[in-house]
């Protein structure tokens, strides 16, 4: 466009051009090897990792007890308001996971010609018992699955998309309790007790809540290599 707007320019005013490639000279264009489903995996992994990214780098220190009595600084450092915000901010975590998972999963339907099938064969059948078809769409299918639940997320991938995205969140060679699949398990179940139990940790530790952000950052990348490996996609180009 850049390159039509400046031949344009050219022929209507005549003169010369002196851009960023010399003399009268155009941008050289390049082959895009993109796709659509490579250019939407893209803005979902940026955009999750963007977001953890910022919550990090603007996440407060807690107070400055120096160094004193072990016991007496635990005991401070369980009243230090800020890691009520620590808390607060598990759920955004969870929230990370559930917008990748699930607009993951709504980009491959829309693309995986084999999940395109399936669709299909699911709005004539919705259509079938009286279901309008524009209320059949990858959005609504996502909309009726929870993301919170990594056994539903599985199902649906294993169903949808024939992705089993448990199995390498599994691979590891330290035991199953270790495991990124469990590790992620156990932190949706400890965002359940604080949402709806009230449940302020002040046990949590900055240095715990990183812990935490890498977990969630760890498990997407090797999500995202596990998608793009299935549809044959350079992961750097995801990754910008």
Do not use: C
Not at 18 to 25: A, E, H, L
Not at 143 to 171: C, E
Not at 207 to 230: C, G, M, N, P
């Amino acid at each position: 466009m850049l390159n039509k707007i400046l031949r344009t320019g050219r022929k209507k005013f005549g003169g010369d051009i002196f851009g960023d490639y010399g003399k009268n000279r155009y941008a050289p264009l390049w082959e895009d090897t993109s796709t659509p489903i490579s250019r939407g995996f893209a803005w979902v992994y940026r955009m999750t990792h963007g977001n953890i990214g910022s919550v990090s780098y603007a996440l407060p220190n807690e107070l400055d007890l120096g160094k004193g009595d072990t016991e007496l600084d635990n005991i401070l450092s369980s009243l230090d308001p800020t890691r009520v915000i620590y808390n607060a901010l598990v759920p955004f975590l969870i929230s990370m996971l559930e917008f990748y998972l699930k607009n993951t999963f709504i980009i491959a339907l829309k693309y995986d010609s084999t999940a395109q099938d399936k669709v299909e064969d699911f709005r004539r059948e919705a259509i079938a018992v009286g279901a309008s078809s524009e209320n059949i769409t990858e959005e609504s299918i996502a909309d009726s699955i929870s993301f919170q639940d990594l056994r539903n997320v599985r199902k649906a991938f294993r169903k949808w998309l024939a992705v089993d995205v448990k199995q390498p969140l599994t691979l590891s060679t330290t035991t199953p309790e270790e495991s990124l699949w469990r590790r992620l398990d156990d932190l949706i179940k400890y965002r359940h007790d604080i949402i709806h139990r009230m449940g302020v940790d002040t046990s949590l530790s900055r240095s715990d809540f990183l812990r935490q952000t890498q977990l969630i950052e760890e498990s997407l990348d090797v999500l995202l290599k596990t998608f793009a490996d299935k549809y044959h996609i350079d992961i750097e180009q995801i990754k910008g």
